[in-house]
Protein backbone atom coordinates (compact mmCIF):
# COMPACT_ATOMS: atom_id res chain seq x y z
CA UNK A 1 0.00 0.00 0.00
CA UNK A 2 1.66 3.20 -0.86
CA UNK A 3 2.91 5.52 1.88
CA UNK A 4 0.51 8.06 1.90
CA UNK A 5 -2.51 5.93 1.55
CA UNK A 6 -1.22 4.40 4.95
CA UNK A 7 -1.21 7.67 6.79
CA UNK A 8 -4.75 8.38 5.28
CA UNK A 9 -6.14 5.09 6.45
CA UNK A 10 -4.86 5.27 9.56
CA UNK A 11 -5.78 8.85 10.10
CA UNK A 12 -9.56 7.40 8.85
CA UNK A 13 -9.51 5.07 11.48
CA UNK A 14 -8.27 7.14 14.68
CA UNK A 15 -10.77 10.08 13.42
CA UNK A 16 -13.76 7.33 12.94
CA UNK A 17 -12.83 6.10 16.46
CA UNK A 18 -12.90 9.23 18.02
CA UNK A 19 -16.28 10.04 16.27
CA UNK A 20 -17.31 6.38 17.80
CA UNK A 21 -16.21 7.95 21.15
CA UNK A 22 -17.78 10.84 21.39
CA UNK A 23 -14.35 12.54 20.28
CA UNK A 24 -15.55 14.27 16.99
CA UNK A 25 -17.83 15.00 14.36
CA UNK A 26 -19.07 12.32 11.57
CA UNK A 27 -18.13 15.27 8.75
CA UNK A 28 -14.70 15.30 9.42
CA UNK A 29 -14.10 11.83 8.23
CA UNK A 30 -14.61 13.53 5.25
CA UNK A 31 -11.47 15.67 5.17
CA UNK A 32 -9.19 12.38 5.31
CA UNK A 33 -10.48 11.54 1.58
CA UNK A 34 -7.90 13.21 -0.33
CA UNK A 35 -6.34 9.70 -1.50
CA UNK A 36 -9.74 8.31 -2.54
CA UNK A 37 -11.34 8.64 -5.84
CA UNK A 38 -14.39 9.84 -5.86
CA UNK A 39 -17.36 7.15 -5.85
CA UNK A 40 -20.56 6.66 -7.23
CA UNK A 41 -23.11 5.09 -5.18
CA UNK A 42 -26.06 3.23 -6.42
CA UNK A 43 -28.98 1.54 -4.72
CA UNK A 44 -28.53 -2.32 -5.18
CA UNK A 45 -31.91 -2.42 -7.63
CA UNK A 46 -29.95 -0.40 -10.26
CA UNK A 47 -28.53 -1.97 -12.82
CA UNK A 48 -25.13 -2.34 -13.19
CA UNK A 49 -23.75 -5.32 -14.58
CA UNK A 50 -21.53 -7.61 -13.25
CA UNK A 51 -18.24 -5.54 -12.72
CA UNK A 52 -16.04 -6.47 -10.65
CA UNK A 53 -14.99 -2.86 -9.39
CA UNK A 54 -17.81 -2.47 -7.29
CA UNK A 55 -19.02 -3.93 -3.99
CA UNK A 56 -22.43 -4.89 -2.57
CA UNK A 57 -22.83 -2.80 1.01
CA UNK A 58 -25.49 -3.34 4.02
CA UNK A 59 -24.98 -0.55 6.25
CA UNK A 60 -26.63 -0.08 9.84
CA UNK A 61 -26.52 2.11 12.24
CA UNK A 62 -25.69 1.27 16.10
CA UNK A 63 -25.50 4.14 18.63
CA UNK A 64 -25.11 6.88 15.61
CA UNK A 65 -22.06 4.69 14.13
CA UNK A 66 -22.39 4.38 10.22
CA UNK A 67 -21.31 0.61 9.95
CA UNK A 68 -21.54 -2.10 7.11
CA UNK A 69 -21.29 -5.17 6.24
CA UNK A 70 -20.11 -6.79 3.10
CA UNK A 71 -23.69 -8.05 1.58
CA UNK A 72 -22.02 -11.67 0.89
CA UNK A 73 -21.66 -12.18 4.58
CA UNK A 74 -25.11 -11.28 5.14
CA UNK A 75 -27.46 -14.52 5.29
CA UNK A 76 -30.55 -12.38 6.35
CA UNK A 77 -31.96 -9.18 8.54
CA UNK A 78 -34.91 -9.85 10.57
CA UNK A 79 -37.29 -7.40 12.66
CA UNK A 80 -36.44 -7.67 16.66
CA UNK A 81 -38.19 -9.99 18.04
CA UNK A 82 -41.40 -9.41 20.17
CA UNK A 83 -40.44 -11.95 22.90
CA UNK A 84 -37.34 -10.32 23.25
CA UNK A 85 -34.14 -12.76 22.85
CA UNK A 86 -33.08 -15.69 25.28
CA UNK A 87 -31.18 -15.12 27.70
CA UNK A 88 -27.20 -16.13 27.29
CA UNK A 89 -26.22 -18.67 29.68
CA UNK A 90 -23.82 -18.17 32.21
CA UNK A 91 -20.43 -18.48 31.02
CA UNK A 92 -20.88 -16.99 27.84
CA UNK A 93 -19.08 -13.80 26.43
CA UNK A 94 -20.45 -10.77 27.72
CA UNK A 95 -20.79 -9.56 24.41
CA UNK A 96 -23.24 -12.83 23.86
CA UNK A 97 -26.80 -10.36 24.38
CA UNK A 98 -28.61 -13.36 23.70
CA UNK A 99 -29.77 -16.09 21.82
CA UNK A 100 -31.94 -16.66 19.36
CA UNK A 101 -33.96 -20.69 18.02
CA UNK A 102 -34.10 -19.98 14.05
CA UNK A 103 -35.59 -23.39 13.03
CA UNK A 104 -34.58 -25.45 15.57
CA UNK A 105 -30.32 -23.72 15.14
CA UNK A 106 -29.05 -21.70 18.48
CA UNK A 107 -27.89 -18.22 16.73
CA UNK A 108 -26.14 -15.95 19.34
CA UNK A 109 -26.66 -12.25 19.24
CA UNK A 110 -23.78 -10.34 19.34
CA UNK A 111 -24.44 -6.73 21.10
CA UNK A 112 -22.79 -4.90 18.44
CA UNK A 113 -21.31 -1.82 20.91
CA UNK A 114 -20.28 -4.44 23.15
CA UNK A 115 -18.35 -5.89 20.41
CA UNK A 116 -16.39 -2.74 18.94
CA UNK A 117 -15.97 -0.39 22.04
CA UNK A 118 -12.84 -1.28 23.90
CA UNK A 119 -13.92 -2.77 27.01
CA UNK A 120 -11.67 0.06 28.95
CA UNK A 121 -13.48 3.27 27.26
CA UNK A 122 -14.32 5.85 30.12
CA UNK A 123 -17.36 6.77 27.94
CA UNK A 124 -18.61 3.02 27.14
CA UNK A 125 -21.38 2.79 29.77
CA UNK A 126 -23.00 5.97 27.99
CA UNK A 127 -22.52 4.37 24.89
CA UNK A 128 -24.42 1.35 25.80
CA UNK A 129 -26.97 3.28 27.56
CA UNK A 130 -28.29 4.69 23.82
CA UNK A 131 -28.85 1.50 22.64
CA UNK A 132 -32.06 0.95 20.55
CA UNK A 133 -32.03 -2.38 19.00
CA UNK A 134 -34.76 -2.74 17.04
CA UNK A 135 -32.99 -5.41 13.55
CA UNK A 136 -31.09 -8.19 13.53
CA UNK A 137 -28.35 -8.69 10.94
CA UNK A 138 -28.01 -12.93 10.49
CA UNK A 139 -24.34 -13.33 9.46
CA UNK A 140 -23.42 -16.24 6.86
CA UNK A 141 -21.67 -19.52 7.35
CA UNK A 142 -21.51 -18.80 11.23
CA UNK A 143 -24.18 -19.12 13.76
CA UNK A 144 -23.72 -15.53 15.11
CA UNK A 145 -25.92 -12.05 14.55
CA UNK A 146 -25.69 -8.41 15.01
CA UNK A 147 -27.95 -6.38 16.92
CA UNK A 148 -28.61 -3.09 15.44
CA UNK A 149 -30.70 0.21 15.88
CA UNK A 150 -31.42 0.38 12.65
CA UNK A 151 -30.40 -1.02 9.25
CA UNK A 152 -30.66 0.57 6.00
CA UNK A 153 -30.87 0.11 2.23
CA UNK A 154 -28.07 -2.01 0.54
CA UNK A 155 -25.67 -0.21 -1.88
CA UNK A 156 -23.22 -0.46 -4.67
CA UNK A 157 -19.98 1.76 -4.55
CA UNK A 158 -16.53 1.31 -6.44
CA UNK A 159 -13.75 -0.62 -4.83
CA UNK A 160 -12.13 2.56 -4.43
CA UNK A 161 -13.92 4.09 -1.99
CA UNK A 162 -12.84 0.84 0.05
CA UNK A 163 -9.59 1.42 2.17
CA UNK A 164 -8.77 -1.96 3.45
CA UNK A 165 -6.94 -2.44 6.30
CA UNK A 166 -3.54 -4.43 6.24
CA UNK A 167 -2.81 -4.33 9.92
CA UNK A 168 -5.38 -5.30 12.04
CA UNK A 169 -3.81 -5.70 15.33
CA UNK A 170 -5.50 -3.17 16.99
CA UNK A 171 -9.17 -3.16 16.66
CA UNK A 172 -9.95 -6.08 14.95
CA UNK A 173 -13.48 -5.90 14.41
CA UNK A 174 -13.05 -3.31 11.57
CA UNK A 175 -11.92 -5.08 8.21
CA UNK A 176 -12.02 -1.95 5.69
CA UNK A 177 -12.86 2.30 6.00
CA UNK A 178 -15.19 4.17 3.43
CA UNK A 179 -14.53 7.36 4.57
CA UNK A 180 -15.98 8.54 1.19
CA UNK A 181 -19.43 7.41 2.39
CA UNK A 182 -18.96 7.17 6.40
CA UNK A 183 -18.60 3.60 7.28
CA UNK A 184 -16.74 1.39 9.14
CA UNK A 185 -16.52 -1.87 6.92
CA UNK A 186 -16.82 -4.96 9.72
CA UNK A 187 -15.17 -8.59 9.39
CA UNK A 188 -17.61 -10.83 10.26
CA UNK A 189 -15.04 -13.24 11.46
CA UNK A 190 -15.06 -10.87 14.78
CA UNK A 191 -18.17 -12.79 15.85
CA UNK A 192 -16.21 -16.53 16.07
CA UNK A 193 -13.91 -15.37 18.95
CA UNK A 194 -17.40 -14.97 20.59
CA UNK A 195 -18.46 -18.42 19.88
CA UNK A 196 -19.42 -20.08 23.20
CA UNK A 197 -17.06 -23.41 24.36
CA UNK A 198 -19.88 -24.96 26.09
Known amino acids: MHASMQGSQQYVLENYLSVLLGDGLLSDADSAAEDVIEAELFLADESIGADSDNIHILPFNVVGLALALE ?85 IVNQVA ?25 DPKVALQFRPTT
Open 162 to 186: VQWRLDTSQHGWMKASMPAFGYALL
Open 71 to 155: KAAVAAVFPWPANGLATAKHGHADEILGTLNLAGRITWVLDTVKVIVPADYPGRPNLLARRQYRAIVLLKDAPFALACDEVDEEI
